[in-house]
């Protein structure tokens, strides 16, 4: 993730996050095989080891600050685990249901991709609310059985998301199979 951020930032701000560094060397992420990437301070490149050390002082002030377009930078690689792992979860929690899914050809990130947009659609903003969402939906998605109570608790999720999953998971129970 701190390649993402040193990409995000200008010269200068790749300079004040290295410091007294030179040189960084981290892991590129989601390489199929561990690759490095060699970042540079713009400020220290053109120094020898030797020039470094002598000219090494601490800062005394607040040199870094993390600014909104850093915290962007993350948002891409969060979301990417975030879907990763609620793809996992589902499979262990509704095995049966990703199974019919799955059978019937449904290509399953793209699932999770498509799905998540309709529930943020629906009002359900926090990853916790999308995932018990997905949750409660999944058995009827699974088994195309008609929605109609689950379509009316979405229609008004947008007002109160916590009270319509509520609804939602107690449906989700009252249908499920003794």
Not at 1 to 18: C, G, R
Not at 66 to 79: G, I, N, P, T
Not at 99 to 107: A, I, M, Q
Request: glycine content about 2%; hydrophobic content about 45%.
């Amino acid at each position: 993730m701190l390649l993402q951020m040193i990409n995000a930032s200008t010269p200068q701000e790749t300079a004040w996050l290295l410091g007294p560094y030179a040189y960084l060397i981290i892991p590129v992420p989601f390489s199929l095989e561990t690759s490095w990437a060699l970042v540079s301070n713009p400020d220290l490149e053109r120094l020898s080891m030797v020039e470094l050390a002598m000219e090494y002082e601490p800062r005394q002030e607040i040199w870094w600050q993390v600014s909104q377009k850093h915290l962007d930078a993350f948002q891409q690689v969060l979301e990417t685990i975030y879907r990763r792992n609620l793809l996992v979860w589902l499979w262990e929690e509704q095995s049966d249901h990703m199974r019919s899914l799955y059978g019937d050809g449904v290509e399953l990130k793209i699932f999770i991709d498509d799905m998540i947009g309709k529930i943020r659609n629906w009002g359900f903003a926090t990853h916790e609310q999308q995932s018990r969402c997905l949750a409660a939906l999944l058995p009827v998605i699974a088994a195309k059985a008609p929605a109609e109570e689950e379509r009316r608790i979405l229609s008004v999720a947008e007002k109160d998301p916590d009270a319509a999953l509520r609804q939602l998971e107690s449906l989700a129970l009252r249908r499920k199979p003794a």
